[in-house]
């Protein structure tokens, strides 16, 4: 089970999540919810949660030009939190796509298999959940996992978020 503040494609919106985090926390107490977790926070929301009870996991936006997030997945990682990025393979515009896509031509692998496996070696709290509408997306998204990418191929696809 997880909370989601209320915010939207743009992002967490301002505001404290203690009210409707502590019902879902009596919830837990009653045995109906087994863990709780944040969604579209900020990190102040989210140790604002963490104050008040421990969290499994943050699901927020983040992908490789969209990294917003980069010292709350780090900080995440030092504490055994599970991150769980959305939209993990949108949101390119047209110089990023060529960055990536140089890097996938050098791998032989799509953009989005070299996207995917950017994300899974960002940081090892990272879990994935990309979607897929069909068979041949379903394999591009496994190849990704299977990508071992070199420190000059991260160093390339760094620059995209920053």
């Known amino acids: 089970m997880r909370y989601a503040l209320g915010g939207n494609a743009e992002g967490p919106q301002p505001g404290s999540l203690a009210e409707p985090f502590e019902t879902l926390v009596e919830l837990q107490q009653q ?22 009870a421990p969290i499994v996991c943050v699901q927020n936006m983040y992908n490789l030009a969209h990294r917003h997030d980069d010292e709350l997945i780090d900080m995440l990682a030092e504490q055994g939190i599970a991150y769980v990025p959305y939209f993990p393979l949108g949101g390119f515009s047209p110089p990023q796509s060529s960055a990536l896509s140089s890097v996938a031509a050098r791998l032989d692998a799509t953009p989005m298999s070299i996207a995917l496996a950017w994300l899974l070696q960002r940081s090892p709290n990272i879990l994935l959940i990309p979607g897929t509408s069909s068979t041949a997306h379903l394999r591009e998204n496994i190849a990704g996992a299977g990508l071992s990418l070199s420190d000059e191929d991260l160093a390339a696809l760094d620059k995209i978020g920053h």
């Not at 989210?46 to 008040?52: C, K, L, R, S, T």
């Open 31 to 52: 045995g109906l919810i087994r863990h709780l977790g944040v969604s579209t926070a900020t990190a102040e929301q989210v140790a604002e949660a963490q104050a008040i």
